[in-house]
């Protein structure tokens, strides 16, 4: 299995704030008209500007959302507009990559805008639940094939479901979910997510519930409940 990139060779958490930014003043938006339409606190959307927080997968498809951009747009590519017979390569290694809490990305074919599918190269860092602060969950669906190292895919409906190198899984990506290695390696996995197939913009992502004070998240329950 090829060794995961490292933040030296992907986007820096600032380069991505810089075009966080620049899509949110391209719009005439302020931080906070942006946090409305992003569905993202303003705090959040203002650290990841300032290079202060590397946002997770569910965070940059409000983003993106929000503020009516390409995915892709946010790693420096400019996407290909839609077009009849379109088709995207992308060599080894060659993605658009990110890091972000208990995953390494690399987005594959971002030269095309608004597509029905993102692909991903995914290496899971995380190898417990105690690296995630809440459910990943947003609009689509998702599929997973592993090839490399073991996964679990933690899920808020059902058990944890164990795959091995060759398996795979398809999923309601409104479901809670998170995932993690329970190889020693980080598992390295091929995850692919429904994207804009209506040409346009993703409509406004399923907003995990506020956690009350006082009060403990399913995730936390979860944690606790594997545990025993």
Do not use: I, N, Q, V
């Given at each position: 299995m090829d060794a995961p990139f490292t933040e030296r060779n992907g986007p820096t958490s600032a380069n991505l704030g810089r075009r966080v930014r620049a899509a949110r003043l391209a719009?005439?938006?302020t931080l906070d008209m942006a946090?409305?339409?992003?569905?993202v606190s303003r705090s959040t959307l203002s650290k990841i500007e300032n290079g202060l927080m590397s946002p997770t997968f569910d965070v940059l498809r409000k983003i993106v959302a929000g503020l009516k951009i390409d995915l892709a747009?946010?790693?420096?590519?400019?996407?290909?507009?839609n077009?009849?017979?379109r088709r995207a390569?992308?060599?080894k290694d060659a993605g658009e990559r990110h890091t972000y809490q208990g995953y390494q990305m690399e987005l594959l074919a971002t030269d095309l805008a608004h597509k029905t599918m993102l692909?991903?190269?995914l290496w899971l860092t995380a190898h417990s639940l105690d690296a995630f602060d809440d459910w990943e969950r947003h609009e689509g669906e998702e599929f997973l094939y592993v090839l490399g190292g073991s996964v679990c895919l933690y899920s808020e409906l059902y058990a944890p479901t164990y795959l091995e190198t060759g398996d795979s899984l398809y999923f309601d990506s409104r479901t809670g979910h998170a995932a993690v290695s329970t190889s020693k390696e980080d598992a390295e996995v091929l995850w692919m997510a429904t994207g804009d197939a209506g040409g346009g913009p993703q409509p406004a992502v399923v907003v995990a519930p506020t956690i009350a004070p006082g009060t403990t998240s399913r995730l936390a329950r979860q944690r606790t409940r594997y545990r025993r």
């Open positions: 719009h005439d938006l946090s409305r339409l992003c569905g747009e946010l790693f420096g590519s400019a996407p290909k507009a077009a009849g017979g390569l992308t060599r692909p991903f190269r």
